[in-house]
Structure formats: C-alpha cells, structure tokens
C-alpha cells in the first residue's frame, strides 16, 4: 500500500539552529501539504503546496519557514532558525485531488524537540 | 473560520461495547468534516467523511458518524468496541468552498477499551 514516509522520526536540536524535515509522498499525489501538533494540542495546519508554490499557508508559517521540493520526490520543511515553541510533531501529507474527493494521506511524523 | 470541539479528551469502554466519540463543529460555510484514528507510532488515518452527500457516513472498521446540522455535530460510534479500536481520534472540518485539503482539527479522544 502506498505510503508518506518521513524522515528523521525524532530530531533533538539546540535553539537557534535549522533543521530540515523531509518527507516523500505518495509518487502521483500532486498536492503537499506540512501539519504540525505541539503536544497537547490541536493538529494545526501550516503549509499546502501544489506545482512547486505554496498555494496557501496559516499564520503560524513566518519567515522563519519554508518549503521546497527539490527534486520531483522529496518535500521538505525547513525551520530556519529553531525557537523553544517549534518542539511538536509535524506531519507531511499528501492527496491526488484537490477537491477532497480522494483521501488525504498523512506520514508518520518527525518529532521535533528544541532545546 | 472553522473549530471543532471533541468533548472528552479520553473515553474507556469496555470491549463489546458501544463506542461514542462526540464531535461539535463550527463553520461559517457548510462544512466538509472528517474523522481520523492514530494508532501508537503511527500517522493519522481517513475513517471517513462528510462532503455533503448521505447524512449517514459509513467508514472502515465499523464507524460510522452522522451528520446533524440542526445540532452542528458529527458524533463518531461503532456498535461494538474491539480491543483493537484503542487509539486517538481527531475529528476534523474543511469549508467546502475551499480547493485543498486545510483541515481545523480537534484536540483529538483517546479512546481505550477493557477487556
């Protein structure tokens, strides 16, 4: 059965550091997209991305993120510079459709732990 | 803007029971509106959805949820719980004039279930 992998699945860095979290969705899904859940917390979205632009992204996605796809496969997120509150689980997903007719398919998540 | 609210952060049933998981919603638009399970160690999972069609969802696993606008509620049951069953569900909207998959998310139920 297809898949979202994501890789690492627990990262520990120090504040103030960048850190890449990848993932590679399912090979024909056309449309990305990063969640997050600080723990505790609600799933919160962040990020959706569908031919190779951001087409929408929530408050919580500053300057201090982005997101690329650099090579047809992977989608990563990068934190650019790492504070305290960005410790959560973020989760890669991914679907075929746009309109929601199809199933959107989440990774497993990379646990994120700033020190 | 979309919320939702999951009432109970836990709930134990016995095995052989039935499983209610309540969900309230708010939309300023008619909602789409989804149910995810995550099991340990794992990514989230499409139980089923709502984009406007049967009031009455069917999904895997033997869950079902029902639409209720009159109460904006889309309560997740199963008739009779498995031991396998216990897990974290997420309760989840989506205006359904948007184009993509930006999913409001609950706090998540843990639900457990005895022998």
């Known amino acids: 059965e297809p898949e979202v992998t994501q890789t690492p699945s627990h990262q520990v860095t120090q504040m103030g550091q960048e850190v890449i979290l990848r993932c590679v969705p399912i090979?024909?899904?056309?449309?990305f997209y990063w969640y997050r859940q600080i723990l505790g917390q609600k799933v919160e979205f962040l990020v959706s991305?569908?031919?190779?632009?951001?087409?929408?992204k929530s408050e919580i996605f500053d300057d201090q993120f982005s997101v690329e796809r650099p090579d047809g496969s992977n989608f990563t997120l990068k934190i650019r510079s790492t504070k305290l509150e960005d410790s959560a689980m973020y989760f890669c997903?991914?679907?075929?459709?746009?309109?929601?007719?199809?199933?959107?398919?989440f990774g497993e998540g990379s646990r994120l732990t700033v020190l | 803007a979309q919320s939702v609210t999951q009432l109970g952060s836990h709930v134990s049933v016995s095995e052989g029971a039935l499983v209610l998981l309540r969900c309230n919603y708010s939309?300023?638009?008619?909602?789409?509106l989804f149910w995810y399970v995550q099991y340990p160690n794992q990514g989230l999972q499409l139980l089923l959805k709502?984009?406007?069609?049967?009031?009455l969802v069917k999904g895997i696993n033997g869950f079902e949820a029902e639409f209720k606008k009159s109460e904006t509620s889309f309560h997740l049951t199963k008739p009779s719980a498995h031991m396998s069953d216990a897990a974290e569900y997420f309760c989840?909207?989506?205006?359904?004039?948007?184009?993509?998959?930006?999913?409001?998310f609950g706090k998540g139920t843990l639900l457990t279930v005895n022998p």
């Open positions: 989840a909207v989506s205006p359904s004039g948007g184009s993509n998959y930006k999913l409001t």
């Open positions: 939309s300023s638009v008619p909602p789409y």
């Open positions: 997903a991914s679907s075929r459709d746009r309109d929601r007719t199809g199933e959107l398919f």
């Open positions: 709502y984009t406007s069609a049967a009031t």
């Open positions: 090979s024909n899904h056309l449309y």
């Open positions: 991305f569908y031919n190779n632009e951001i087409s929408e």
